[in-house]
């Protein structure tokens, strides 16, 4: 693995953040959010650095960069402000590079692509892997990993914090809940348990192409892809040779065991969305359909605090970026449990003002935002055919 491919991974990445700092500045006027955003994100390079020179992290990574792409002269609008905002930033925001159509079609040959930004330090890895990579770092640091051990009730005693699972219960002086979107779950804290809420999103992966198709659609640096919709698309060309896509519409089910859910309309319209996208598929099947829960706050702003004191430390919110998002929370929350105070424990995401999610009306709140949401997409692609 190449060093330098998985620090561009991560900080390409958490460059998704400037979505959300300008998310902030339109709900709480939380103004320059974005500069400190970019000077955290600088830090993190350094971090992830030191962090694979001392731990040789093994994860499969590629360097493709991203393209957010517009389908709509009203989205190419839209993406064309989000350029000139990066260009303003400094000499990261300068690095994006905006793509014609035309310029565009070199790289990916569809004609629904009218426009993109691109982004050169983002790239793509293998999260299982990554996921396996770090739990061994874990275990040869000593830690013990105990899976499939759910932590039913968390209770404060004294000095001590009890956590209850179904064989045993277990005593410590802190604690990290990271339990991403199941926190809504755990009982005994109730703070953690209105922070978020989970949303699933569905993804479907195409057979392996033929040469022939490939040819056909070009994408040979394969760029990881999203487009600019409020309900987000996200495609990869697999290092297989698959397409995979994902978003779109996404479900809250109403199911507190949190089991496996069927997203058949989800998954047909991603179809749907791909098929259109390059016609050449239409023959093309479909070898795998899945779905996840995302962890949603309100504001769509990730989270980190503290509960009743310093004691218990909670993160959630990353919605479906926390792959990077969830390394710099590691970094963070080590300081916080250290009681250090730092460049990172000062983020404004720590201990921010966020608005509780509402618990009995949540369904309602979640209606209404969705409801939003892809209303404006509708209105943003009512030139493309419709049922897309
Ligand atoms: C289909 C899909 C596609 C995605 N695509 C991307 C992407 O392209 N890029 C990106 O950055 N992010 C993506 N994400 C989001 C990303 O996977 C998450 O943001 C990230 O995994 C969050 O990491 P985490 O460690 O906080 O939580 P998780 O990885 O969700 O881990 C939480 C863990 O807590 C455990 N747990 C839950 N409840 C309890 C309990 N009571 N006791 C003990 N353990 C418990 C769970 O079993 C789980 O192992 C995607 C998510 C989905 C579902």
Not at 99 to 120: D, S, W
Not at 256 to 273: G, H, T, Y
Request: proline residues 4%.
């Amino acid at each position: 693995m190449s060093g330098l491919a998985l620090l561009a991974v991560m900080a390409g990445l958490i460059c998704r953040f400037l979505v959300w700092s300008l998310r902030l500045q339109f709900c709480g006027g939380v103004k320059g959010a974005h500069k400190r955003l970019m000077t955290t994100w600088r830090g993190l390079l350094g971090m992830f650095e030191r962090l694979l020179q001392i731990t040789k992290l093994t994860v499969i990574t590629n360097h493709t960069g991203m393209l957010r792409v517009a389908y709509t002269d009203a989205q190419v609008k839209r993406l064309a402000g989000t350029m000139k905002l990066l260009n303003s930033f400094d000499k990261i925001g300068q690095r994006y590079q905006y793509l014609e159509k035309a310029e565009l079609n070199n790289r990916v040959k569809t004609g629904a692509f009218l426009g993109a930004i691109f982004e050169p330090d983002t790239g793509i890895l293998n999260p299982i892997k990554h996921v396996r990579s770090l739990k061994t770092l874990a275990e040869n640091a000593g830690a013990k990993i105990y899976e499939h051990t759910p932590v039913s009730r968390i209770e404060r005693n004294g000095n001590q914090i009890t956590l209850h699972t179904p064989n045993a219960r277990i005593r410590c002086k802190k604690l990290v809940i990271a339990v991403n979107a199941w926190a809504h779950q755990i009982k005994g804290l109730p703070r953690i348990r209105s922070r978020q809420t989970p949303v699933w999103t569905a993804q479907v992966v195409t057979e392996p192409l033929s040469e022939k198709i490939w040819d056909e659609i070009g994408w040979t640096e394969r760029e990881s892809i999203e487009d600019i919709r409020q309900m987000v698309h996200y495609f990869r060309r697999t290092s297989c040779g698959r397409i995979s896509i994902g978003g779109g519409n996404v479900t809250r089910p109403h199911d507190p065991a949190m089991a496996k859910v069927e997203c058949k309309d989800i998954w047909q319209a991603l179809e749907k969305r791909l098929k259109w996208m390059f016609p050449i598929l239409h023959d093309v099947q479909f070898d795998y359909r899945w779905g996840g829960p995302v962890s949603v706050n309100l504001d769509m702003t990730p989270e980190i605090g503290h509960i009743g004191d310093e004691r218990i430390i909670y993160a959630c919110g990353c919605i479906g970026h926390g792959v990077s998002l969830t390394q710099l929370n590691g970094r963070l929350i080590a300081d916080l449990l250290l009681e250090r105070k730092t460049s990172l424990t000062d983020f404004w995401m720590v201990n921010r003002k966020a608005i509780p999610w509402p618990g009995s009306i949540g369904v309602l709140a979640f209606s209404a935002i969705s409801a939003g949401l892809r209303l404006w997409d509708r209105v943003e692609e009512r030139s493309l055919p419709r049922g897309l």
